[in-house]
């Protein structure tokens, strides 16, 4: 069974713009959860959807935001780049919200310059 | 609100010894944990959970950890050491929602193994 993917694994973006990322859960996982990595901050969660319905919400301003879309893959979209926002961004899935075990993507590492 | 701590931001063990690494949580919920290793340019991959039951959990690589409600702890172990393990490890902790309640993360430890 194919793990979780996520493109792209690199991305160069400069202050301002906004991103894209994408995320495709393993087959039959219907929960997908995103979190941030960075030096400072460490492993932060920004939210999680399930059934294209977003259920749980970190602590991070309005210019996150993400959905799902029915076939369970999901997008997070970052608007008007900051440079603190550079970060290994991380998507796991799961069955469903109420199974415990997530698996991770290996991520998508975006620069801000 | 739960929270994560992990003490020692980098471990340094030989090769064939002990690996202790230690983790305490706070969670106002009966508390599900992990315990997750990264490499470098990788995802993080779940070494092993507690969520019910026997308190002793073996997860993979040979690495166990230990629940104790009465320490809040989860600390991890591994009887002898090799220079495969290492790599970043987190610990974590997660509510009854599981999946839905988000993982709420340790900073992490840099396990180091000397030759």
């Known amino acids: 069974k194919a793990g979780v993917t996520q493109t792209p694994r690199y991305l160069i973006k400069t202050r301002g713009q906004q991103v894209t990322l994408s995320c495709s859960p393993i087959?039959?996982?219907?929960?997908v959860s995103w979190y941030q990595q960075t030096p400072g901050q460490g492993l932060q969660f920004l939210f999680e959807?399930?059934?294209?319905?977003?259920?749980n919400k970190g602590n991070f301003p309005g210019r996150f935001s993400g959905r799902q879309f029915s076939n369970s893959r999901s997008e997070m979209n970052v608007s008007t780049l900051e440079l603190g926002d550079s970060a290994l961004y991380l998507c796991?899935?799961?069955?469903?919200?109420?199974?415990?075990?997530?698996?991770f993507g290996p991520g998508t590492r975006l620069t801000v310059l | 609100a739960q929270s994560v701590t992990q003490l020692g931001s980098h471990v340094s063990v030989s090769e064939g010894a002990l690996v202790l690494l230690r983790c305490n949580y706070s969670?106002?919920?009966?508390?599900?944990l992990f315990w997750y290793v990264q490499y470098p340019n990788q995802g993080l991959q779940l070494l092993l959970k507690?969520?019910?039951?026997?308190?002793l959990v073996k997860g993979i690589n040979g690495f166990e950890a230990e629940f104790k409600k009465s320490e809040t702890s989860f600390h991890l172990t591994k009887p002898s050491a090799h220079m495969s393990d290492a790599a970043e490890y987190f610990c974590?902790?997660?509510?009854?929602?599981?999946?839905?309640?988000?993982?709420?993360f340790g900073k992490g430890t840099h396990l180091i193994i000397q030759p």
């Open positions: 796991a899935s799961t069955v469903d919200s109420s199974y415990n075990e997530q698996f």
């Open positions: 087959s039959g996982h219907r929960s």
């Open positions: 959807y399930f059934s294209e319905t977003q259920r």
């Open positions: 969670s106002s919920v009966p508390p599900y």
């Open positions: 507690y969520t019910t039951g026997a308190t």
């Open positions: 974590a902790v997660s509510g009854p929602g599981g999946g839905a309640d988000g993982l709420t």
